[in-house]
């Protein structure tokens, strides 16, 4: 292939098997979740919770270990496919629904990750959390609500970790399911599969 040929045909045939990538891994993702959501306590000894999860639980480091690549991944594959979608220019013409719930559902899966980051609650997660509340409040006019929404309070506590909690492993993965099923009817509608 010419450098200077900018279409990279050969390419688009790595987009069906990223998008086959993608769903099983957000599969993967989402069964381990459930298994880690039934033992998962979200309190601020939540580091607690996932030391016995991963310490005391019969393969709940390996159920742990895969939730984390399987979240990575997803995301991973994700962002490849918006990219090679951009690149082809998918967000012209018939295709335009499809690039629009691909992005949403982008979106939903980085949030998804940025939330279940938190989850843990080590010295990492809180302090990443505090620093990025603190930095909400610093928004004019509307800081201290959205800080105050965001955390159930002024600091981090149970209310914060039960918010994050039932954001991550509810909000976003029914969102995150009907922007996949919204992007399958867009790929059906515009012919793709």
Not at 78 to 88: Q, V
Not at 100 to 123: E, F, H, I, K, M
Not at 157 to 181: D, G, M, Q
């Amino acid at each position: 292939m010419d450098v200077s040929d900018r279409s990279g045909e050969r390419f688009k045939l790595f987009l069906p098997y990223l998008s086959s990538a993608t769903v099983t891994f957000l599969v993967l993702a989402l069964v381990t979740g459930v298994l880690l959501g039934a033992h998962f306590v979200p309190t601020m000894e939540a580091y607690d919770s996932t030391r016995s999860i991963t310490g005391e639980l019969n393969f709940g480091w390996a159920i742990r270990g895969l939730h984390w690549w399987s979240s990575s991944l997803t995301l991973i594959c994700s962002l490849t496919f918006t990219s090679l979608a951009f690149w082809y220019g998918y967000f012209r013409g018939p295709a335009k629904w499809l690039w629009l719930s691909g992005l949403a559902l982008g979106l939903l899966l980085l949030g998804a990750n940025v939330t279940g980051y938190y989850l843990p609650l080590d010295q990492n997660a809180y302090w990443r959390l505090v620093i990025e509340a603190n930095l909400f409040a610093d928004v004019p006019v509307l800081g201290s609500a959205i800080k105050y929404f965001l955390l159930g309070g002024s600091a981090v506590s149970t209310a914060s970790i039960v918010r994050i909690n039932w954001l991550h492993s509810v909000v976003l993965p029914v969102f995150t399911l009907i922007a996949l099923v919204c992007h399958v009817y867009a790929a059906r509608k515009a012919k793709l599969i």
